[in-house]
């Protein structure tokens, strides 16, 4: 079952980093790949998963609840330690970001192949409800230890602006008012939907496994590493506490496994990059945990 499940998704990674080796993409494929999955194709795939099912969404209460406690628990651990062993400013909102951002694509592949159609409507909820609090808790800490001067109010502006506009949030609640207002979708949208999703997965491996760069990792090794530990190690020990603590079983748990063991997110380096934080580190703890994944997910799985 692991290797089923993990090693397509982590081939098409390979084969991404390989095409971009062999000069087969480039950047500005990589970027314009990037855009066309995050406000397209990967939002389509949600809203037709999300959309297309028929399961309640008060099924995964305690799931949802679980995966807020675990994100604000390593949070605040992750800032103790940022704190305590004084991680420079420049440094410090990438750092946080890293220990409990999460790749959805990885996420929605896995749950995908792992779990079928009941597996990817309960995780595509779950997306809904943590990205939110998720850029809530990442561009607070940014400005926290930003060296530039923000007005509060203009960032704060921004951060909503960013939430209300974030097309994965908006596929996920449209998917969800959908189903609970009509059952299914007609055949030629439903094939529309199907055709325009199938896109999404393979194109976010290959986007993924293009940007890695491992170059950086030997410079910043040491906090990537910590970083990756916070994401990879403390974050699924918290979650399946939290899991227990909220009696979830079956389904809900596969669930919540896969998502407190996946690598931490690309997009910690766009907004790393907007906020003035460190991108040469961002670069080497999205490289380093997706690599490190690999086991954190396969005995996730086994489990």
Avoid at 50 to 67: D, H, V
Avoid at 166 to 192: H, M, R
Avoid at 210 to 217: D, E, M, P, R, S
Wanted: net charge positive; charged share 10%; aromatic share 12%.
């Amino acid at each position: 079952m692991v290797l089923n499940n993990l090693f397509p998704i982590f081939a098409l990674i390979l084969f991404g980093s390989l095409l971009k080796r062999w000069r087969l993409t480039d950047e500005v494929f990589l970027k314009m790949a990037d855009r066309l999955t995050y406000f397209i194709f990967f939002p389509a795939l949600l809203f037709w998963k999300i959309g297309g099912a028929s399961a309640a969404l008060s099924n995964g209460t305690g799931l949802y609840k679980a995966a807020v406690c675990a994100v604000l628990t390593v949070y605040a651990l992750s800032t103790l330690f940022i704190k305590l062993y004084k991680v420079p400013d420049f440094k410090a909102g990438t750092f946080s970001q890293s220990c409990f951002r999460f790749n959805s694509y990885i996420g929605v592949a896995i749950v995908l192949s792992a779990l079928g159609e009941d597996g990817i409507k309960q995780f595509g909820i779950l997306i809904g409800m943590i990205i939110p609090i998720i850029n809530v808790l990442c561009v607070s800490t940014l400005i926290w230890f930003s060296e530039e001067r923000v007005e509060p109010a203009r960032r704060l502006w921004q951060t909503i602006k960013a939430l209300i506009s974030n097309p994965l949030i908006l596929a996920c609640i449209s998917g969800i008012i959908y189903a609970n207002i009509w059952q299914g979708f007609p055949p030629f949208i439903d094939n529309t939907l199907k055709l325009a999703s199938y896109v999404a997965l393979p194109l976010a491996m290959l986007s993924i496994g293009g940007a890695l760069t491992l170059g950086t990792v030997r410079d910043h090794f040491k906090l990537s590493l910590i970083a990756s530990l916070f994401k990879l190690l403390v974050l699924p020990l918290v979650g399946y506490g939290y899991l227990m603590a909220f009696d979830v079983s079956d389904l809900g748990l596969k669930i919540g496994l896969i998502y407190f063991t996946l690598p931490t997110s690309p997009a910690l380096y766009i907004l790393s990059s907007q906020l003035n934080s460190d991108t040469n580190l961002a670069s080497a703890s999205i490289a380093l945990s997706t690599i490190l994944s690999f086991f954190s997910l396969s005995l996730a799985l086994l489990i």
